[in-house]
């Protein structure tokens, strides 16, 4: 991993990672006992490769097949007055309906709780869920707003000025993730 002077220390490996969503995906049928309600839905973009791996497991555990989506929370960020004109969103893509279900949003790291608060506002213009659920597969802690997840996969103390890095295969070529000091500059 490049680190640009900053240091860099492993907190989670490969393996570490799969045992993490083997265990998520086992808590989630647990809470769950009737999947055939539940859609996962990852936040872009980390989020939907983990919902798509947490979907393999829970089939692998009871042989349903959960329905997962892609969703792009860009337009629905409290900052984006201050991200600029140039922003990059990716298209969501949620071909199944969510009214009456059980939506499991499913990301990489959660931190302040802004991005899940955008991401409860694109799903309610979607649809009317039964329940929204929560899945992080790292909870750095720092929140501003009230949000928890129900399934967290690691617990990851850390100070503002660190930077928690996930890296997937799907993405990134890699499954690590990483925990970085504060940045010069």
Do not use: W
């Not at 996930?166 to 010069?184: H, I, P, Q, S, W």
């Amino acid at each position: 991993m490049k680190n640009d002077g900053a240091s860099a220390k492993v907190v989670l490996s490969a393996p570490d990672i799969g045992r993490t969503l083997a265990r998520l995906a086992h808590e989630i049928t647990e809470k769950n006992p009737d999947c055939s309600n539940l859609v996962l839905v990852g936040i872009i973009t980390r989020g939907v490769p983990l919902a798509a791996r947490l979907s393999e497991k829970i089939k692998e555990i009871n042989g349903i097949e959960i329905p997962v989506g892609a969703l792009d929370v860009t337009f629905y960020r409290d900052d984006l007055a201050r991200k600029g004109p140039n922003l990059n969103a990716s298209p969501t893509n949620i071909t199944f309906d969510i009214t009456g279900k059980t939506v499991i949003l499913v990301d990489d790291v959660l931190f302040t709780g802004r991005s899940i608060r955008a991401a409860i506002d694109a799903i309610m213009d979607l649809g009317r869920p039964g329940k929204i659920q929560l899945a992080a597969l790292l909870d750095r802690g720092h929140r501003e707003l009230p949000i928890r997840a129900d399934y967290i996969g690691k617990n990851i103390p850390t100070s503002r000025d660190e930077r928690v890095m996930v890296k997937l295969r799907e993405v990134d070529g890699e499954d690590a993730v990483f925990v970085t000091g504060a940045e010069n500059g």
